[in-house]
T-cell receptor, first 113, second 111 residues
Framework: NAGVTQTPKFQVLKTGQSMTLQCAQD?????MYWYRQDPGMGLRLIYY???????DKGEVPNGYNVSRLNKREFSLRLESAAPSQTSVYFC????????????FGPGTRLLVL | QQPVQSPQAVILREGEDAVINCSSS?????VHWYRQKHGEAPVFLMI?????EQKGHEKISASFNEKKQQSSLYLTASQLSYSGTYFC????????????FGGGTRLMVKP
């Protein structure tokens, strides 16, 4: 099992460009999450999907959109990237939402110039 | 609201003990602990539930004080492999089961 995979590993964007971060899990988990990690801020939840077909906003959703394509895949889209979105983005999944271990992907390092 | 972790950083010698604290101003339902090594993804350590028992994982254990809305992570006889950043994630009651993570505690264990 690969667990949680993310693509790309690194990306450099110019302000205003758009991109989609891909995430897939092969553990048959129902819930998936997108976090961003900035120095000294810990992990902040951007969006989550409690189950296939549902998505909800987390703490910091502004500037992002998500799609739960199917049970395995959960993508994060930046429509018009801004320097404030420079961060490390982690995707995670769990069997169900809450009271469950979250398994994290390796992360995507994004730099917006 | 983000839980507050203390200390922000700690340096230990191999074999020494450490305590990392996590506190919230809101009523908590559960506390999750994760460890992240530099350049890697966070890895789950344990979950503590309201009304639950103290948990243990190898020589790492944790407690949850519901009255104070605080959790403490205890690292006993630390090993070099314990180095990393420790995060607590708190799940508030009636808050949609979302985890809110603290800013992290950097732990360095030296030989």
């Amino acid at each position: 099992n690969a667990g949680v995979t993310q693509t790309p590993k690194f990306q450099v964007l110019k302000t205003g460009q758009s991109m989609t971060l891909q995430c897939a899990q092969d553990m048959n988990h129902n819930s998936m999450y997108w976090y961003r990690q900035d120095p000294g801020m810990g992990l902040r939840l951007i969006y989550y999907s409690a189950s296939e077909g549902t998505t909800d906003k987390g703490e910091v959703p502004n500037g992002y959109n998500v799609s739960r394509l199917n049970k395995r895949e959960f993508s994060l889209r930046l429509e018009s990237a801004a320097p404030s979105q420079t961060s490390v983005y982690f995707c995670a999944s769990s069997v169900e939402q809450g009271l469950e271990t979250q398994y994290f992907g390796p992360g995507t390092r994004l730099l917006v110039l | 609201q983000q839980p507050v972790q203390s200390p922000q950083a700690v340096i230990l010698r191999e074999g020494e003990d450490a305590v990392i604290n996590c506190s919230s101003s809101k009523a908590l339902y559960s506390v999750h602990w994760y460890r992240q090594k530099h350049g890697e993804a966070p890895v789950f350590l344990m979950i503590l539930l309201k009304g639950g028992e103290q948990k243990g994982h190898e020589k790492i254990s944790a407690s949850f004080n519901e009255k104070k809305q605080q959790s403490s992570l205890y690292l006993t006889a630390s090993q070099l492999s314990y180095s990393g950043t420790y995060f607590c994630g708190t799940e508030r009651q009636n808050a949609g089961n979302m985890l809110t993570f603290g800013g992290g505690t950097r732990l360095m264990v030296k030989p």
